[in-house]
């Protein structure tokens, strides 16, 4: 819990990284290297240890959804595809999550599930990271109607990609 508070006051901080392409890529790099250590936590619960969730890993975990839900919002005003806005927020949330879970299990195995489910949704950001550099605006009536609201929820959208 004290993690998850030194992460809210954080988010108090200005944030000035203005959501583009170029951070949708920075993201996907921070994607790839959030998986890398997830999967090392894993593969350390596997060989029957207790896996270290430290402050920074936290941190890490939070800004990653923080910044998700900044791309969604970009993806959103630039009339991006919605089903990007929607994974993006997806993720904001599953982040936020699975933070939380890691922060209030006790049980190795119930850990052990968040962190599954954090190295998969990382891996997926690699390639939604790519998919969103490329976007292609939608126009018109049909981009105002699609921006509205998601067309699926969220975390539907994410259970398939895994």
Request: aromatic fraction near 6%; charge should be negative.
């Amino acid at each position: 819990m004290k993690r998850l508070l030194t992460c809210f006051v954080f988010a108090a901080l200005p944030f000035s990284a203005h959501a583009s392409t170029d951070l949708a890529q920075q993201w996907g790099i921070e994607a790839h290297r959030l998986s890398q250590e997830t999967m090392q936590m894993l593969l350390a619960v596997d060989m029957g240890q207790t896996p270290e969730i430290s402050d920074t890993y936290a941190l890490d975990v939070y800004r990653f959804g923080r910044t998700s839900a900044d791309l969604a919002t970009w993806i959103d005003t630039s009339k991006g595809p919605n089903d990007l806005g929607c994974i993006f927020r997806g993720m904001a949330s599953e982040s936020n999550d699975q933070l939380e879970a890691l922060e209030t299990e006790a049980d190795v195995l119930d850990q052990r599930a968040s962190l599954t489910r954090l190295a998969t949704m990382f891996a997926d950001a690699e390639i939604i990271a790519v998919a969103a550099q490329r976007r292609t605006p939608t126009t018109g009536r049909v981009a105002n109607q699609m921006h509205s609201v998601c067309g699926a929820d969220p975390a539907t959208i994410l259970d398939h990609l895994h």
